[in-house]
């Protein structure tokens, strides 16, 4: 299983960005999804997570700005971000928790993470 994350990229503050996140390979089922960020110097932290029925969950500072979607049948998920902040510049990773071969058993996947930096 890989997953390839897309949309990063450099805007000016205000604006707008979409990530998006697919998944391939040997997929039986994707359980959570979500989306985290890291900056430089600090952890890397939980931005949006988005359950397999579509329930959704935000960190507090993007709450409002970003939203977080995916498709099921496409196995992806996006997130999109408006309003962007010099302090979202961080490298964004998505995440997801899938089944390979039948119900039960799940493994965490990591995409390769995209940049993306807001100038002020």
């Known amino acids: 299983v890989q997953l390839q994350a897309s949309g990063g990229g450099l805007v000016q503050a205000g604006g707008s960005l979409r990530l998006s996140c697919a998944a391939s390979?040997?997929?039986?089922?994707?359980?959570?999804m979500g989306w985290y960020r890291q900056a430089p110097g600090k952890q890397r932290e939980l931005v949006a997570r988005?359950?397999?029925?579509?329930?959704?969950n935000y960190a507090d500072s993007v709450k409002g700005r970003f939203t977080i979607s995916r498709d099921n049948t496409k196995n992806t998920v996006s997130m999109q971000m408006n309003s962007l902040k010099p302090e979202d510049t961080a490298v964004y990773y998505c995440?997801?928790?899938?089944?390979?071969?039948?119900?039960?058993?799940?493994?965490?996947?990591w995409g390769q993470g995209t940049q993306v930096t807001v100038s002020s």
């Open positions: 995440k997801m928790a899938i089944s390979t071969t039948g119900p039960g058993i799940e493994y965490i996947y």
């Open positions: 988005i359950t397999r029925g579509g329930s959704t």
């Open positions: 390979g040997s997929i039986f089922s994707i359980n959570g």
